[in-house]
């Protein structure tokens, strides 16, 4: 969805650097959530915000660490990142409880 | 805790056939089910949702689901698959209740239209 975008892309980096992943969406939602996606998994809910000052842990959340810079903005960190944390990262967003809106997803991988 | 089963990892189907592609899921009480597409480098793109009302719910590309409570189903079909159908599709389930519910995903069955 182009409402929804997420940088960078595509990310290699090395075991123990520290990664930020980005995004941003112009749909006005104010729920905003970070996933991460392995193959044959589904996806697994990271950290999820409601607002600027509400964040929540989801079911993995260890290793990462999020921040809300506004309603229009969710980054995701790795900060030290490990080779298992290699996988497609996806942001999505909603309003309330409806259906969520996903950006293209940003491919790491971690060596 | 809720759960979302896809059992077939791959479906394939000629064009112009109809197409099932099958989710079975486990919360408690009522609830929200969504069917979610991936296309290639792609994120996940919103389908169709059932909350309330009419078990057949029509969505996108002409795709349609039936929300069956008895067997705690909600199968997508397509009457007639196009190529450009072949994708990935997530099935996904949260309890209708109030406050913040997790969105569970099922783990995906990948969709094969030949021509």
């Known amino acids: 969805d182009a409402d929804v975008t997420q940088t960078p892309r595509n990310r290699i980096t090395k075991t123990g650097k520290r990664i930020m992943l980005e995004c941003s969406q112009t749909?006005?939602?104010?729920?905003m959530y970070w996933y991460r996606q392995d193959p044959g998994l589904g996806l697994q809910l990271i950290y999820y915000?409601?607002?600027?000052?509400?964040?929540n842990k989801g079911e993995i959340s260890d290793g990462y660490s999020v921040s809300r810079q506004a309603q229009a903005k969710f980054s995701l960190s790795l900060e030290s990142a490990i080779p298992n944390q290699t996988a497609l990262y996806f942001c999505?967003?909603?309003?309330?409880?409806?259906?969520?809106?996903f950006g293209p997803g940003t491919r790491l991988t971690v060596l | 805790a809720q759960s979302v089963a896809q059992p077939e990892d791959q479906v394939n189907v000629a064009e112009g056939n109809p197409l099932t592609v099958k989710c079975t899921y486990s919360v408690s009480g009522n609830p929200y089910l969504f069917w979610y597409v991936q296309y290639p480098n792609r994120g996940l793109q919103f389908l169709l949702k059932y909350i309330t009302g009419d078990n057949l719910v029509k969505g996108s590309y002409g795709f349609e689901a039936e929300f069956n409570k008895s067997q705690t189903s909600f199968h997508l079909k397509k009457p007639s698959a196009l190529v450009s159908d072949s994708a990935l599709y997530f099935c996904?389930?949260?309890?209708?209740?109030?406050?913040?519910?997790?969105?569970?995903f099922g783990t995906g069955t990948r969709l094969l239209v030949s021509p």
């Open positions: 999505a967003t909603s309003q309330t409880n409806n259906e969520q809106f």
């Open positions: 915000s409601f607002d600027v000052k509400d964040i």
């Open positions: 749909k006005g939602h104010d729920r």
């Open positions: 996904a389930v949260r309890p209708m209740n109030t406050g913040f519910q997790k969105l569970v």
